[in-house]
């Protein structure tokens, strides 16, 4: 059974930064890509970046320039480096994971980040 555990959440002042890191378990085959979402409450999930496994990536508007994605698909790794964190990007984020041909169909737990004002 895969699992994507994430790593780094917490509580940061705004202006500052967090890294947030997920890995999978469990998993015998290697995605094609990865992802950050994020989810705030009473808000539906939306996607903050994703990277694929040939390392090409691509960001939600708003947070271009200040979130850089990275990691080793291949090896089912992927870390989110968050700068000039602003209150408005306090939300529940989620590792995610697809295979080729497939939806992010594979999700961790979620590890929370608040931003305050």
């Known amino acids: 059974q895969v699992q994507l555990v994430e790593s780094g959440g917490g509580l940061v002042q705004a202006g500052g930064s967090l890294r947030l890191s997920c890995a999978a378990s469990?998993?015998?085959?290697?995605?094609?890509?990865m992802a950050w979402y994020r989810q705030a409450p009473g808000q539906q999930r939306e996607v903050v970046a994703q990277?694929?496994?040939?390392?090409?990536?691509n960001y939600a508007d708003f947070v271009k320039g200040r979130f850089t994605i990275s990691g080793d698909v291949a090896k089912n790794q992927v870390s989110l480096q968050m700068n000039s964190l602003k209150p408005e990007d306090t939300a529940v984020y989620y590792c995610?994971?697809?295979?080729?041909?497939?939806?992010?169909?594979?999700w961790g737990q979620g590890t929370q980040v608040t931003v305050s004002s």
């Open positions: 995610a994971a697809r295979v080729i041909g497939q939806e992010y169909n594979y």
């Open positions: 990277i694929t496994r040939v390392g090409s990536s």
């Open positions: 469990g998993s015998f085959f290697s995605f094609t890509a």
